[in-house]
């Protein structure tokens, strides 16, 4: 690790303040990714803002603005904590399965909300520095895309990236419409839709998020719905717990008698961002809950993917995998 | 006071699990020393070309450094001493990526990892030969003798006159062993001598090629293991890091504490190297093998050969007039390869067994008695009778347990909601051996009280050789086990074998049996009396009123253990569930039969058999260490890209021992179980794929993208 300085912050104000100060600095909020980053060298700030006893953890019902009645959840708050609050496993089952769907027990008993959204790519190039990333380092090549890239994007990637993002917990917000709100050092808070939060890499792959610096992570809003009987997190990996997505599907639909009246689908593994799958979507608006029109949508949404050189399959499984959430969506419901 | 009752063949708990649970075991790193220093290997960074230069001038200046060790100011070390894998920082050539070019000393652990990071290295790179695909046609006869071409009767005729054949190849890839505990090393000089606190399987090993590599006698060096945080065949052989913790304590004159990161595990300890296998099999219409042939190509070091003996199975499983085993290896710019558990035969299972699976569906014969058809009444490679063997019971009992009668002959005909189920079976074998080892045994008396104290230079590996040697011991003398104490894994007790091809159990129970045999002896000797009953040594401590005896033993095999083929032998049965839609791939249950003589301690040897499994299941559903074919460098470089299967993975495990008593293969009439437990599981594994979805895959491992 390079040196660096640590300073444990005594209020949201001071925090942000110290971190706009110093455009090096970072916030330290459960650690689990950003000190695994820095070990390796990945990650090299020279100051540490220490965010954990911020407070900023509660869970509760949104009693105004836009999401009125639906649910805010501490940034700050532990991923352990918002899987298993009742709120979210009465109303938001497909969030609490998408949070246990990742990392360990022991990982999410450590890891926040806030640093779950902003948790880096697993890509190997950007994990080792002797590598080229143009993520990490700008302008040295990418590694993955004519190397091992079978845990690569399949949609959205550029020349320059064809890393994903790894999150779980992110695929079902995604899923669900979430707003993530942030405060920055005028002391104002902004909110930022899910869609937007995370980006494509483009040309500037070494940004992951449209966050400033700056600003900190306070909360994340999830709209009221009628989701909670019809969802479902399918997460396909290559061991049965504690291992990445090749592709994960959050699949959520509201259905009047077989028809579905509306269909929410996000993907993972296929992305540099949670990937919502739109053209499904609206394949499946007003038809009938059945596995061919399920199997429709998939097609419609898989028609646009172009895969690296060892990701071929992912097109298939991510066909399959919509298919099956959904299948599961109509079966399962709540967590 | 009476005597005990026996305790051999018992399931006591290991005796020392509460010190490993509650951190009071000491392992490498843990053993204190007087004001230590922290060192870090620094690595290449391209995989074959010469150092142009290191610039180590920011790192020498950096907080707490003590010392930067390069080619250029590095003693000079014996690259023969015994050392695997080179990397001893002796000359400026780069023969794989990650090779060891330098060592940083520093106060700290993270100073000296620091440091490290501002070292600049410039090369005069070469095109290296890192993609087996690329160069596997380029392969030769190894070097090793053991590898030539074994030739019996005419395979090639047999093959071109079968009517039921298989002809097929088989992929394993690289696999690391990943001990929980990185190898690591503690150096204290002590004037010209050394100690080094370092986990080994082989303790005199370690010592002799550290001695040579240090350019110093053996009893210069001591080495010190009491306990080992896994090990799987890294940590037999020792490598570089072993004897650059001693350079490194010379160097700025002080003990020197020196562990590999996780990720620096992978290019220094060795590897399972990828092995290509083409097994081609021959039967009669009623199931009787005409043809075996088992061809392997693989990989070596630039500059070293090792290959996995992956034909060692098909040498003598299985009856056959026709049979061909070969080798051939290239030299790639990659880490030296080394034993990994069940080398050769777990992979090369993963082969044969498949093999046998896949010929039996073309016979339309269930595969059990295919296998049991084909039993050889003795060993087909050299003619011996077996000490004893127990596939067809470890197979018959194991399918009356697994219910291996509910098993549908065709594939695709099992189906739970959106799960194919299918069942596998497989057979696997491992030779049986005792080595040389001494055992120093020593009595105490304090009135009717006596106590035994029983040293050696082996190793515990984690899989209960303290307790077993305890239940040894205690049985033979004639006391409760809470009086014995056993001390090992220190270099300064009597010389012992290694933990490492399963010859553990057998070598180590055998000599301080014999020790405790001698001591009683003795004592009935020094009486002067004559004995009806045969007394123990307890009671002779007893009744000739002796304080103080003790008596040293160096133990060998039986002379007549080289008139038999000895080995364990073992069937194994799996469950698998395959989702449709998905192909994730969840083993629901596997039994593992095994026949492996006297099991000293039936709680102990079911973790080492299950323990054998879980490994197996990796192999067939998640191992895999991927190589850039451009850098040659690993991409899977920490737990969460290398996929060892997790609780979740893993099913029901069960283990069964076959009740028999080997007469031949040594007094005790015990066989290893350590290496045997991971034989023939992939194959089961992939056998019970097959036999689910229809779907033969032959290239491990099968994640869910090869089954879809
Ligand atoms: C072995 C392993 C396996 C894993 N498997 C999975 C998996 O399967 N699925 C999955 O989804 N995740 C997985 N994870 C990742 C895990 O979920 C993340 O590491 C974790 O969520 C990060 O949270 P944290 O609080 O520890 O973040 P930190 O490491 O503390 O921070 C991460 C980043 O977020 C910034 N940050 C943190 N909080 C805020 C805030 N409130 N405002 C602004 N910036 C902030 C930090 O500055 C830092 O840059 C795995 C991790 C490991 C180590």
């Known amino acids: 690790m390079r040196p660096f300085t640590y300073t444990r912050a005594k209020d949201a104000t001071s925090a942000i303040k110290l971190l706009a100060e110093n455009p090096n600095a970072k916030f330290l909020a459960g650690g689990t990714n950003l000190l695994d980053l820095m070990k390796e060298d990945v990650e090299r700030p020279n100051a540490l803002i220490d965010i954990s006893e911020l407070g900023l953890t509660d869970i509760k019902t949104v009693t105004s603005g836009a999401n009125k009645g639906g649910l805010s959840i501490g940034g700050l708050g532990k991923n352990t904590y918002a899987a298993n609050h009742p709120l979210v496993r009465q109303n938001y089952p497909l969030l609490t399965q998408a949070i246990l769907a990742g990392a360990s027990g022991q990982l999410r008993n450590m890891a926040t909300n806030g640093g779950n959204l902003l948790q880096r790519t697993r890509c190997p190039y950007f994990y080792e520095v002797s590598m080229p990333c143009n993520k990490r380092q700008s302008g040295s090549g990418c590694g993955a895309k004519e190397g091992i890239n079978r845990m690569h994007a399949i949609f959205g990637w550029s020349e320059q990236c064809v890393a994903v993002y790894p999150s779980d917990m992110a695929v079902a917000l995604a899923a669900l419409d979430a707003v993530i709100k942030v405060r920055s050092t005028s002391g104002q808070e902004r909110s930022i839709p899910i869609a937007e939060f995370h980006r494509l890499p483009g040309d500037q792959p070494e940004k992951d998020t449209n966050l400033l610096h700056g600003e900190l992570i306070t909360s994340i809003e999830l709209p009221q719905n009628r989701f909670a009987d019809k969802s479902y997190y399918l997460k396909v990996r290559d061991r049965a717990s504690y291992a990445f997505a090749l592709v994960s599907v959050a699949a959520a639909l509201e259905t009047q008698g077989n028809k579905i009246v509306q269909a929410r689908i996000a993907m993972g593994g296929v992305a540099h961002k949670p990937w919502r799958a739109l053209k499904a979507e609206q394949m499946l608006v007003g038809k009938d809950a059945t596995d061919a029109n399920f199997k429709l949508a998939a097609d419609a949404e898989m028609a646009d993917a172009k895969p690296l050189e060892h990701n071929k399959f992912k097109i298939e499984l991510g066909n399959r995998s919509i298919v099956l959430a959904l299948q599961m969506a109509m079966k399962v419901g709540k967590a | ?708």
């Open chain 2, 1 to 708: 006071m009476k005597d005990t009752n026996k305790t051999i063949g018992t399931p006591i708990s290991r005796i020392d699990g509460i010190a490993k649970v509650t951190g009071k075991a000491a392992y490498s790193m843990d053993h204190p020393v007087k004001n230590p220093a922290y060192a870090i290997l620094f690595k290449s960074t391209v995989a074959a070309g010469t150092i142009r230069d290191i610039d180590s001038a920011a790192a020498e200046k950096a907080p707490g450094v003590l010392g930067v060790i390069t080619h250029k100011n590095v003693s000079k070390l014996n690259v023969k001493g015994g050392l695997r894998g080179g990397a001893l920082l002796q000359s400026p050539e780069i023969e794989f990526y990650g090779q060891n070019i330098g060592i940083v000393v520093a106060e700290t652990f993270e100073q000296a990892r620091y440091a490290s990071r501002l070292i600049n290295v410039t090369y005069d790179k070469k095109e290296p030969k890192v993609d087996f695909n690329k160069v596997a046609d380029q392969a030769r006869l190894p070097k090793d003798k053991e590898k030539a071409d074994a030739i019996r009767g005419d395979v090639q005729t047999a093959l071109s006159q079968a009517t039921h054949k298989v002809e097929e190849v088989y992929e394993t890839p690289i696999e690391h062993h990943h001990p929980l505990e990185p190898h690591a090393a503690i150096a204290e000089w002590n004037g010209d001598n050394v100690t080094l606190y370092s986990s080994a399987q082989i303790v005199n090993g370690a010592q002799s090629a550290a001695a040579a590599t240090l350019n110093l006698k053996p009893e210069q060096v001591r080495i010190v293991s009491p306990y080992i945080g896994g090990g799987f065949g890294s940590k037999g052989g020792q490598w570089a890091n072993l004897a650059l913790a001693a350079v490194a304590a010379k160097h700025v004159n002080r003990p020197v504490k020196l562990a590999l990161t996780r990720q620096q595990m992978v290019n220094s300890v060795g590897m399972r190297q990828h092995n290509r296998q083409k097994v081609s099999l021959a039967a009669t219409s009623d199931g009787k093998l005409t043809a075996l042939a088992h061809e392997t190509t693989t990989h070596c070091a630039i500059n070293d050969e090792f290959v996995e003996p992956c034909g060692d199975c098909s040498k003598i499983m299985y009856d056959t007039p026709n049979s061909l085993i070969t080798y051939r290896v290239v030299p790639m710019n990659l880490i030296l390869p080394t034993y990994t558990r069940g080398p050769g035969k777990s992979t090369g299972s993963f082969a044969l067994e498949s093999a046998i699976d896949e010929l039996a569906y073309k016979l339309k014969m269930d595969p059990i008695e295919f296998r049991i058809k084909n039993e050889p009444e003795r060993d087909p490679s050299n003619g011996k009778p077996w000490s004893s063997r127990t596939t067809v019971q470890c197979l018959r009992e194991g399918a009356k347990a697994f219910g291996w009668e509910k098993r549908k002959l065709e594939p695709r005909q099992n189906e739970r909601g959106n799960y194919w189920i299918g069942y596998g079976v497989s057979a696997g074998t491992y030779p049986a051996h005792q080595r040389p080892t001494s055992a120093l045994v020593k009595l105490k008396r304090n009135g009717e009280d006596v106590t035994a104290t029983v040293e050696l230079a082996a190793a515990d590996l984690g899989t209960g050789t303290y307790t077993i040697l305890t239940q040894t011991a205690a049985d033979a003398l004639g006391l409760p086990i809470q009086n014995v104490t056993v001390n090992l894994g220190d270099s300064n007790l009597p010389p012992a074998a290694g933990a490492v091809g399963s010859v553990g159990a057998a070598s180590y129970a055998n000599a301080v049996n014999d020790a405790c045999e001698k001591i009683t002896q003795e004592l009935m000797t020094k009486s002067g009396k004559q004995y009806y009953v045969r007394p123990t040594a307890a009671q002779l401590m007893r009744s000739e009123k002796l304080i103080d005896y003790q008596t040293r033993v160096d133990s060998k095999p039986p002379e007549s253990a080289e008139e038999y083929s000895a080995h364990s032998f073992n069937a194994n049965f799996a469950e698998v569930a395959v989702n449709k839609s998905t192909g994730m791939i969840r083993v629901n249950r596997f039994l593992a039969v095994t026949g492996a003589g006297q099991i000293l301690n039936p709680k102990t040897a079911r973790s080492q058999i299950i323990g054998g499994n879980v490994w197996g299941i990796g192999m067939a559903l998640t191992e895999e260490s991927v190589v850039d074919p451009r850098w040659g460098n690993f991409v899977t470089r920490s737990f969460a890209d290398y996929h060892v299967p997790s609780n979740l993975d893993i099913g029901t495990m069960e283990a069964i021992f076959i009740k028999e008593k080997d007469e031949h293969v040594n007094t005790l009439g015990v066989k290893g179980i350590g290496e045997v437990g991971i034989v023939g599981v992939a194959a089961a594994v992939v056998n019970a794929i097959s036999n689910a979805t229809g779907k033969r895959v032959r290239d491990l491992p099968i994640t869910p993208d090869k089954v879809l």
